[in-house]
């Protein structure tokens, strides 16, 4: 497993780089904003700042910030693949490279 903190900030379909594809699972917690996540087999879905979600992480995924400049989301990653991690650093910007700052989740 890998969980990453990601800032979604994409609003737009155009400002996305690519859609997300790799073998295994991830949920996805939301911290800080809204998202509407994306797939290829379902109708894209909404969720807020303490919802999450669980996805086949084989499926095509985005998120993009709904109602908000960037949202700030808890990805937690499982997959057969040993470079999982390093694949998911090279989805992300540079942002993902700091150290994980200590985030109180009972807010």
Same mark, same amino acid.
């Given at each position: 497993? #890998?969980? &990453? @903190? &990601? $800032? &979604?900030?994409? $609003? &737009?379909? *155009? !400002? @996305?780089?690519? @859609?997300?594809r790799r073998? *295994? !699972? !991830? +949920?996805?917690?939301v911290l800080e904003g809204q998202i509407d996540v994306h797939t290829e087999c379902y109708s894209p879905i909404t969720i807020e700042t303490g919802q999450g979600i669980y996805l086949d992480s084989s499926m095509s995924h985005a +998120?993009? #910030?709904r109602d908000c400049d960037e949202a700030l989301v808890l990805a937690v990653c499982s997959g057969d693949n040993s470079g999982l991690f390093d694949q998911l650093l090279t989805l992300a910007d540079g942002e993902l490279r700091k150290p994980f700052p200590a985030?109180? @989740? *009972? $807010?």
């Open positions: 497993m #890998a969980p &990453i @903190l &990601i $800032r &979604i900030k994409a $609003r &737009i379909w *155009g !400002e @996305l780089d690519q @859609l997300s073998s *295994g !699972e !991830e +949920f996805v917690y +998120f993009l #910030a985030y109180p @989740l *009972g $807010r």
